[in-house]
């Protein structure tokens, strides 16, 4: 409700400019990712007057909405990136598009040309609204400084509110320079309430899940949003039901809990998928059955009933059939359903997923050797502890990460789950930094990934901010290498890194430090290192070679059904030789 | 299947961009489509003709609700409804013809609207099925040029498509 007394104030004249830099303050905006360009300068202008937000000068307008993004998946909240109008709009798209497929909140400002240049091809015109249709909840083209003072709160409350995703704001130059009077301020833009399915509903999924023998908890990246870690893990304990999650999903449950059954899908372990295969009882929270969760659709949980949990009802029914779906933000409708549901073990339940964990678990190679991936994940989380945040880009990486990390806490946990954008991590990685200055950083990329927003360690240098970068260096586009040789018959084709900076002199060159893995004989040295380079000050870079032939397993065959992943043993067919390698390569 | 969906709309910049980016973006199909403002200016009524299964009509129905200029939407699938069609007709229509175009027009309650000496241009309303068939009959006369409008569609008795009450929307 408007508070008039706060919203009431001596009628003052204030430009365009002037008036979106006040709303972001009362919207509580402290800090904005952006690079500045000529129709933004009304903007920046105003913005370097602020006293309270603090403006972070990207190097790419992509790593602004990436700062962005890393700032909103720590805090919950919706952040503010900027960009230019033209090529500083289409750079700034992709983060867009990424916060949409994850439902991050942010807020995109972009400057447009003058409201009489629309149209013309003036310089560095684009049709940023038309071109961000599909990839934010709701877009505007700001006709008129008045309407400023509504779109900015409804952009943040929608940015918030129910399913939460990206908005965009476009403002052209001459609606920046429009000097208006303004008497009174709306109120700042909030979370909406949601409210809760019906009781029957509710009462219907309680005895559903009492009626099941088998149930499974199916987690995603809704239980982060709704902040439903604690309801997911009162509803497991209490019911004696296992958990598993998306990509999106990790850290909503401690990973180290005997009722997690880690990720499923593509990469998750055998066990986990075998467990879905024969559950009787599919418990979906905040989940969109992606299809690296799913596999072949068909074969997914072919025995269960489903209760489809979801903020979003046109999730219900998108892809699989929901026997119960219920509407609503998951964390209180866990809170509605759980009590009403009876408290029981499931001893018998239970023992059959210690069986499966114990004859098919998940297989981690090199787990002890930081000089190996696994190993080297475990090696990184054992010095920063269970405070730090871990970002990651794209790639091998990622999902080496995602199996192996020991995940504690809701919003440890930021990667780029549905677009998969390569080049997320290390901007997202200095957003969480300035949302999360008392938490430790650690970044895992790629070769392949940290190259497509390098610039972004000028940005973490020149802001300050603690970022420990472990860069999985196998001289290849990962992922791809894995694919051609196991479902490509072995032609290798367009993944091949092998001609690359030195990656540790190249982040000396923008001054970071650098240890390299590399150097390291034994892997009581190479742990020696890591705890060096992880108590060093400020933001470093450890390199640490890994060898090409690595692959993420289990993997599951595109299309394939989850039971029917292809593990270590069934991989040493497919592997090729370094020899194969090289031959493909002359 | 065939369905006849009517959907009140924010009358704003870029809300049909939004509504037809959705059927495009996710494999929808717009057979036909007709936007024009309602008795309150600030609304617009997009009618559009889809076809889909139950499940592919579910997620159009759903998928339209979520997006935030989008009021309400309905699907007038087995509702006992009214729907119609305009097309003007260009024919041609010499002294030989002239009798028996005549005969037609009156026929399907069809209307001349403009008179050529060689062509006359026919105003039709009806029904998709009363429409294909009058363009059947005119064909052997010569038909020179159509031009057809969207369906538009009603409910029958006082039942309305109304903005409903606190129409803001979160998400």
Redesign the interface.
């Known amino acids: 409700m408007n508070n008039h007394n706060e919203n009431r104030a001596p009628k003052q004249t204030l430009t365009g400019a002037e008036l979106i830099v006040r709303l972001l303050e009362r919207q509580g905006t402290r800090i904005v990712a952006g690079i500045p360009g000529g129709a933004a300068l009304p903007l920046y202008d105003a913005l370097g007057k602020s006293a309270s937000i603090r403006h972070v000068l990207a190097r790419h307008e992509q790593g602004a909405g990436f700062i962005a993004q890393g700032m909103a998946r720590v805090s919950g909240q919706p952040q503010v990136c900027i960009a230019t109008s033209g090529p500083g709009a289409t750079n700034i798209l992709t983060a867009v598009a990424d916060a949409k497929l994850d439902s991050i909140p942010l807020v995109c400002i972009t400057a447009q040309v003058p409201l009489a240049l629309i149209g013309t091809d003036a310089f560095q015109e684009v049709d940023t609204?038309?071109l961000s249709?599909?990839i934010t909840?709701?877009?505007y083209?700001v006709?008129s400084a008045a309407e400023l003072l509504r779109v900015i709160p409804e952009a943040f409350?929608?940015a918030a509110?129910?399913?939460p995703g990206p908005v965009l704001i476009d403002i052209p130059k001459c609606v920046q320079n429009e000097a208006i009077e303004v008497g009174e301020w709306p109120a700042p833009g909030r979370r909406?309430p949601?409210p809760l399915p019906a009781t029957e509903d509710i009462e219907r999924a309680a005895a559903m899940i009492d009626a099941a023998a088998q149930p499974i908890l199916y987690i995603g990246g809704g239980t982060i949003a709704s902040g439903a870690g604690a309801a997911i893990r009162t509803f497991a304990d209490r019911n004696g039901i296992p958990v598993v999650s998306t990509l999106m999903g990790l850290g909503a449950m401690d990973a180290d809990h005997p009722l997690f059954l880690g990720m499923l899908g593509m990469h998750g372990a055998r066990y986990t998928n075998e467990a879905l295969d024969a559950c009787d009882l599919l418990i979906a929270v905040g989940v969109r059955f992606d299809d690296r969760a799913t596999g072949k659709v068909a074969a997914f949980c072919p025995h269960a009933k489903v209760i489809h949990i979801d903020?979003?009802?046109?999730e219900?029914?998108?892809i699989k059939h929901a026997h119960l779906p219920l509407t609503g933000d998951v964390a209180a409708v866990l809170d509605a359903v759980v009590p009403r549901t009876r408290a029981r073990p499931r001893a018998g339940w239970r023992a059959e997923i210690a069986r499966l964990r114990a004859t098919c678990p998940l297989e981690m190679p090199g787990g002890d050797d930081a000089r190996a991936p696994y190993g080297l994940i475990r090696a990184v989380a054992r010095a920063v502890g269970p405070d730090a945040i871990v970002a990651t880009d794209v790639g091998q990486h990622q999902m080496w990460a995602a199996q192996a990390y020991p995940f504690s806490r809701p919003r440890q946990w930021l990667t780029s789950g549905g677009l998969g954008t390569m080049g997320f991590g290390l901007p997202a990685a200095i957003g969480a930094a300035l949302a999360a200055p008392e938490r430790p950083v650690i970044l895992f990329t790629g070769d392949g990934s940290i190259l497509m927003n390098i610039q972004e360690l000028a940005t973490a240098v020149e802001q300050g901010v603690s970022v420990k970068i472990i860069l999985m260096n196998n001289q290849s586009l990962g992922l791809v290498h894995q694919q051609q040789r196991m479902f490509y018959a072995g032609q290798l084709f367009g993944a091949d890194l092998s001609v690359a900076p030195d990656f540790s002199a190249l982040a000396r060159a923008f001054g970071l430090h650098a240890w390299d893995l590399g150097d390291c004989a034994d892997p009581e040295a190479a742990e020696q290192m890591l705890t060096t380079a992880l108590a060093a000050p400020g933001s470093v870079l450890i390199h640490c070679p890994v060898d090409y032939a690595e692959h993420v397993l289990p993997m599951v065959p595109p299309g394939a059904a989850n039971v029917d992943a292809i593990d270590h043993t069934a991989s040493t067919t497919v592997a090729s030789t370094k020899e194969t390698r090289h031959a493909a390569l002359a | 299947m065939t369905h006849t969906i009517s959907i009140l709309v924010e009358n704003e910049?870029?809300v049909l961009?939004?509504v037809s980016?959705?059927f495009s973006?996710r494999g929808f199909n717009i057979e036909s489509l007709s936007v024009a403002p309602t008795l309150d200016s600030t609304v617009s009524r997009i009618t559009l003709v889809t076809t889909g299964d139950d499940?592919v009509l579910?997620?159009i129905v759903?998928?339209l609700?979520?997006l935030?200029?989008v009021i309400r939407v309905s699907d007038f699938n087995d509702t006992g409804n009214v729907e119609r069609e305009l097309v003007l007709v260009k024919v041609r229509a010499d002294a030989a013809s002239r009798g028996e175009l005549m005969n037609v027009i009156d026929i399907f309650r069809g209307k001349v609207i403009d008179v050529g000496p060689e062509s006359y241009i026919i105003e039709i309303t009806g029904g998709e099925g009363k429409i294909d068939a009058i363009l059947e009959l005119l064909k052997p006369l010569g038909i020179l040029e159509i031009v057809r409008t969207g369906r538009v569609a009603m409910f029958r008795g006082t039942q309305t498509l109304r903005t409903p009450e606190g129409k803001e929307k979160?998400?």
């Open positions: 609204y038309g249709i599909p909840k709701r877009n083209l006709r409350r929608l509110s129910g399913r909406a949601v903020i979003d009802p046109s219900h029914g998108k | 910049f870029g961009a939004r980016g959705m973006g499940a579910a997620q759903k998928q609700n979520k935030v200029p979160v998400a």
